[in-house]
């Protein structure tokens, strides 16, 4: 599942843009706010738009992307954004797609990006609404230093071509969470090289050693996961989605990509638990190496649809779902 040489420079230039623009103070400095001018500069090298109909690319290409800043734990409303160029009319697609309006997608009354948003989508299972705040939003301090709010939303219409949206979010999702972890796993495994106890690096030890070894293989497989299903996304009708009318048949790309966050969810959370613990006690300070990372990972990985969607569906497909 390599990338294609167009979708390499994707992610090798949005590589060197966040080293540019974005480094760890600058991630570390942007807790509890939305990224703002930093955000525009990522939608005019166009990749907010990637993957939406019409355009150029499809979720190999968003894919490329999520590694990418992934990796760099770029901050925004990366996967949200993503799903609402999928189930919003083309008229509301480029105020997004430029960085104009922000989109907060979620399960109210808490939202991310809220404070900041201009757009709201309730995701409702398998479902995705336009909603609209019916009172003031009110700011809420997170785990993960994204800008929450609580608000109050009153349910608009049902929004059409949510499996297309809600599984290309999911393979972003995916895509993001194994990057950053490997991202953590490389933070890590670098500190076990130099750290010493008993005369020799920490790393030598089987009780470090292994379990990072363990996390890497995880993550690589949760990132050859979402790739799969970017291409299986890429190489879909998404027309036929309405002719699965059974509960327990849904299309190809919409099972791969619920697959994938889930692995990239578990594969990358068990790696912030392992390497927190490599790094001791500068893995618990604020200031540390790896709590930017971490933080962003757990609240991602907390993000709807949530885990118990995506089982109840893949479940649900193989015969063995809840009655």
Not at 122 to 137: D, N
Not at 232 to 253: A, G, L, M, R
Request: one cysteine or more; hydrophobic letters at 45%; proline letters at 6%.
């Amino acid at each position: 599942m390599a990338f294609d040489d167009g979708q390499q420079a994707i992610a090798d230039a949005l590589a060197q843009f966040c080293a540019d623009r974005c480094d760890d103070d600058t991630v570390k400095a942007l807790a509890g706010q939305a990224p703002g001018p930093l955000w525009r500069e990522l939608a005019e090298l166009g990749v907010l738009a990637a993957g939406a109909p019409g355009e150029e690319g499809g979720a190999l290409e968003v894919c490329a992307a999520m590694e990418a800043l992934g990796a760099a734990v770029f901050p925004g409303p990366l996967v949200g954004t993503f799903l609402a160029l999928q189930v919003l009319p083309a008229e509301e697609r480029d105020a997004i797609a430029d960085g104009r309006r922000i989109v907060s997608a979620g399960r109210g009354p808490l939202m991310p990006f809220a404070p900041q948003a201009d757009l709201f989508l309730e995701i409702a299972g398998e479902s995705v609404y336009r909603a609209t705040p019916t009172g003031p939003v009110e700011a809420v301090e997170t785990l993960g230093g994204e800008p929450w709010g609580r608000v109050a939303l009153e349910r608009g219409e049902l929004l059409p071509h949510a499996e297309r949206g809600l599984a290309l979010s999911e393979m972003a999702a995916a895509a993001y969470l194994a990057a950053a972890g490997a991202r953590l796993v490389a933070d890590a495994a670098e500190h076990a090289r130099t750290r010493q106890q008993f005369g020799h690096p920490i790393g030598e030890f089987q009780a470090v050693a292994h379990p990072l070894a363990d996390c890497q293989i995880h993550l690589l497989a949760s990132r050859e996961l979402a790739r799969s299903a970017a291409y299986d996304f890429d190489c879909s009708d998404h027309s036929d989605c309405s002719d699965y009318s059974s509960e327990n048949e849904i299309p190809k790309f919409q099972n791969a990509a619920l697959i994938a966050r889930l692995s990239a969810r578990a594969s990358a959370v068990e790696a912030t638990h392992v390497c927190h613990q490599v790094f001791g006690a500068l893995g618990i300070t604020t200031e540390g190496p790896a709590w930017h990372v971490s933080r962003r990972i757990r609240q991602l990985a907390s993000q709807p649809p949530g885990p118990e969607v995506a089982r109840e569906r893949i479940l649900g497909a193989i015969g063995l779902g809840l009655t």
